[in-house]
């Protein structure tokens, strides 16, 4: 990898211990692994933490619920967890639980310092309280009387609490999201913040519950009344886990930190909350925060109370871990929201893996097995020039595959890495065709056909180490079937063209990927349709429908067509809205305002192919209300049978300019 770190700490969210782990869970945990494990195979010291947060109500609920103590219910769902990344082959250097001395001793030393110097104080609050975000709103900013966030109601709540000075951080903030472009990423989300923070004031983060309403918490240090708010106390994990204010030789050798992993749905928590308290402690921002997207179940969100939440383990049971984790990380692309349904999974699987993976490195070690001997036939020499023979050309694939995927991982698009090392496996399957290394050894042309064998397996080689960090039992298998004495690859080895020793013996580990049979079902014949009569219309209705008929196209005035204001707009940030098919929500920059729009596309346009894009808008519609989401504007869009396309400018111009 070009620009190689000198150090890789990556993070993921600690979850919630209220329930057992889906298949966000899941996700985000695999996606740090592969970062991880990429880092690792380049000699780069690297640590990879996740753990649990075990505080707040949630957990008190849960606890209550199943007639036992928090700590037991802690105790109890934890092991799911940690039993799940064993499964999923999760190679993390550390976990850590909320729960533990280690964490409470720095999140009890953090408040006390910020006590001290005025950072936190405490005051009387009145506001909406929703249990489950385990958060308090303004009045102003509830959705039909009910949270923004998940929309469940609130209770309104007036007591006594401490807060942290987090509004005079504003402009401090936003200067620094403008000022580090790689801060946030992707680029859409740190418009997202920016937006949230240039158009409503900042307040103060309350940093405490009485322990009178929630016991089950990090005692203040400074008032034995009050636990740490949850969400306070579990961003200091990212810290506590590595030394802070207890070992700060080993803080100092991670912190900074390279990565924070996290779900778009705690983007504000990461950077507005998390960025403010480490600026307040004096401590220096992590590197970069990726928010990644939703995995919906078609275009829904998956959900417990929808009951359609994916179970890692039953996947993992049904079809094996490394199909599993190949499946997630090819599946999404970073940033945007995914679906996840079976059927695309078995679809995928039997494409990438089973036809086209398992396949070639069937063909190639069956083939060294029966012209060969079973070993790796003699080193075969190459052209440097990719325009001279077919085995260059097949070498060079794979070399362009390990510079895609060398190229991804700091640009955080593994989908399209994997994509590539797909397509030089299918190079490898075409070159193999090409030679026809069988019609070779019926003529007695043994020299070339070890020389295409030879060829092939360094290839597969090349591709197995490029796979390794997302299927890492699999591709030792195959590299161990190549008779590869070293168990992990090493991926600066990868450009190199002879590593194979000849001689060496093969073997044959079976079908890599079986194919999947899936059974069909055969559909019921549709039931016949009545005919339809066309209805005589009614008395009252005939004249109107005959003047409809011969009436010309209706006409409008200059002054009705005036008093339409067009403006262009750049779209900020597209999503799509949980449970309509057709419909988009749009963040538009409109020329320094910030607005929202909700657009029936979704059929014609994927939401990252929107972002950037400069459009047209009516831009004094009355705002209104689809799907429960505010619209206000409209976008302007041209079509003819099933076809679709955005109104857009001939050339380049600025948000806000008039459309004439």
């Known amino acids: 990898m070009s620009n190689i770190p000198s150090k890789y700490y990556v993070t993921t969210p600690i979850y919630y211990v209220n329930d057992k782990p889906h298949i966000g869970h899941a996700y985000t945990t695999i996606l740090a692994d592969v970062l991880a494990s990429y880092h690792r195979l380049l000699d780069v010291p690297t640590h990879f933490l996740t753990g649990t947060d075990e505080h707040g109500q949630k957990v008190q609920q849960a606890a209550d619920r199943n007639g036992i103590t928090p700590q037991e219910q802690c105790d109890q769902t934890v092991v799911r967890f940690q039993e799940l990344w064993?499964?999923?082959?999760?190679?993390?250097?550390d976990f850590i639980r909320t729960t533990e001395p280690r964490h409470k001793a720095v999140v009890q030393q953090v408040l006390q310092e910020l006590f001290d110097r005025d950072e936190i104080y405490k005051a009387e609050y009145e506001g909406w309280y929703c249990v489950g975000c385990e958060r308090f709103f303004a009045e102003k900013d509830l959705d039909g009387g009910n949270c923004p966030e998940c929309g469940r109601p609130v209770d309104k709540i007036i007591e006594s609490n401490y807060f942290f000075r987090m509004g005079k951080y504003q402009q401090w903030l936003i200067d620094y999201i403008e000022s580090h472009p790689g801060f946030i990423q992707p680029a859409f989300r740190a418009n997202e913040t920016l937006g949230f923070l240039k158009n409503k004031e900042l307040q103060d983060l309350c940093v405490s519950r009485p322990k009178a309403r929630l016991a089950w918490g990090i005692e203040l240090p400074f008032d034995r009344e009050f636990v740490t708010y949850v969400w306070f106390d579990a961003l200091i994990n990212y810290i506590s886990a590595i030394g802070y204010k207890a070992d700060e030789e080993r803080f100092a050798k991670w912190w900074p930190c390279s990565c924070h992993l996290i779900g778009k749905d705690i983007l504000t928590t990461h950077t507005v909350?998390?960025?403010?308290?480490?600026?307040?402690?004096?401590?220096?921002?992590?590197?970069?925060?990726?928010?990644?997207?939703w995995w919906l179940t078609g275009r829904t969100k998956m959900s417990k109370s929808l009951g359609n939440v994916v179970n890692p383990m039953e996947m993992v049971d049904r079809y094996g871990v490394d199909a599993f984790r190949y499946f997630l990380i090819a599946e999404m692309t970073l940033g945007q929201d995914a679906s996840f349904t079976e059927e695309a999974f078995v679809k995928r699987y039997n494409s990438d893996l089973a036809n086209d993976l398992g396949n070639v490195a069937s063909r190639v070690l069956s083939m060294i097995d029966r012209y060969c001997g079973g070993r790796i036939p003699a080193r075969a020499a190459i052209s440097a020039d990719p325009s001279d023979d077919a085995e260059a050309v097949a070498w060079s694939a794979v070399q362009m595959a390990a510079r895609e995927m060398e190229d991804s991982v700091p640009h955080m698009k593994l989908d399209a890495g994997l994509a590539a090392v797909l397509s030089a496996v299918r190079r490898i399957n075409v070159y193999l065709q090409e030679r026809a290394p069988w019609g070779l050894a019926k003529a007695g042309s043994m020299a070339e056909v070890e020389k295409?064998?030879?060829?092939?397996?360094?290839?597969?080689?090349?591709?197995?180490?490029l796979l390794y960090?997302?299927?890492?039992?699999?591709?030792l298998a195959l590299r161990a079937a190549l008779g590869m004495a070293d168990a992990k690859p090493h991926l600066g080895k990868l450009s190199e063209f002879g590593v194979l020793v000849p001689g060496t013996s093969i073997s044959q580990p079976g079908a890599l990927f079986p194919r999947i049979e899936v059974e069909k079902k055969e559909e019921p014949a549709p039931a016949p349709t009545p005919e339809k009569k066309n209805p005589a219309p009614k008395a009252g209705n005939r004249q109107s429908a005959m003047e409809n008929q011969q009436s010309p196209e209706g006409l409008i005035t200059f002054d009705q067509v005036m008093n339409v204001k067009l403006k262009t707009a750049v779209v900020l940030v597209a999503e799509r809205i949980e449970g309509a098919d057709k419909l988009l929500k749009l963040q538009i920059d409109l020329g320094g305002e910030k607005r929202q729009l909700v657009a029936g596309i979704a059929l014609h346009y994927k939401p990252e192919e929107l972002v950037g894009k400069t459009i047209v808008v009516v831009a004094n519609l009355k705002p209104a209300r689809l799907r429960g989401v505010e619209s206000q504007g409209m976008l302007l869009a041209a079509s003819l049978g099933d076809t679709l396309k955005l109104v857009t400018v001939d050339g380049a111009i600025g948000p806000g300019a008039a459309v004439k």
């Open 469 to 475: 960090p997302v299927m890492p039992e699999k591709m």
């Open 86 to 93: 064993k499964r999923l082959e999760i190679a993390n250097d």
């Open 273 to 293: 909350y998390w960025p403010t308290m480490l600026q307040a402690m004096g401590v220096a921002m992590p590197q970069t925060i990726f928010a990644h997207g």
């Open 452 to 465: 295409i064998l030879y060829t092939a397996a360094e290839c597969l080689r090349v591709c197995a180490g």
